[in-house]
């Protein structure tokens, strides 16, 4: 972090500033950096890092791992204890992610998207719609029933 920050030794602290800082933000890992000078002698840096979220199954087979923005997390480990995110068709992991925000409490195992809607798989179920405001709606509900396979239309 110190590298990314332009931190060396012998650097003056006078001329320290966000200009040579900015290798933290371009580290897909830093959300955001602060750069905060303290006079006389003192120059600290704030960095909030981005937290794996989901690990993302790619059309080529790899998985990889992202942040809740959806940012991909280069060497982040790939354990089973985030959920798995896959499918096909145009793009829906921000979709994905206010479902995985919105479920947080019910343990998630995994995600399969299509152009068609989203089938979230829970430890004991699943959960489908095919409307992405029906299902933050009645993402509450799915408690009433447990070991369901519950199916969420925007009709009701």
Known sequence: MQELAGLS?????????????RG??????????????????TVRVEVTERVPRVRLA???GSV???AADGTVLPGAATGAAL??????????????LRVLGALSGYNVQSVVFTPTGLSVKLPSG???SGDLQALLKYAGSISMYPNSDISIYPWG
């Open 83 to 96: 959920p798995l995110v896959s499918g096909w068709g145009p793009d829906r992991l921000p979709d994905v």
């Open 126 to 128: 699943s959960v489908w």
């Open 9 to 21: 030794e012998g650097f003056g602290w006078l001329y320290y500033g966000a200009w040579r800082a």
């Open 64 to 66: 990889v791992v992202a």
């Open 24 to 41: 933290l933000l371009d580290s897909p890992w830093v959300a955001s950096a602060r750069v905060v000078r303290v006079f006389p002698d």
């Open 58 to 60: 790619r059309p080529d």
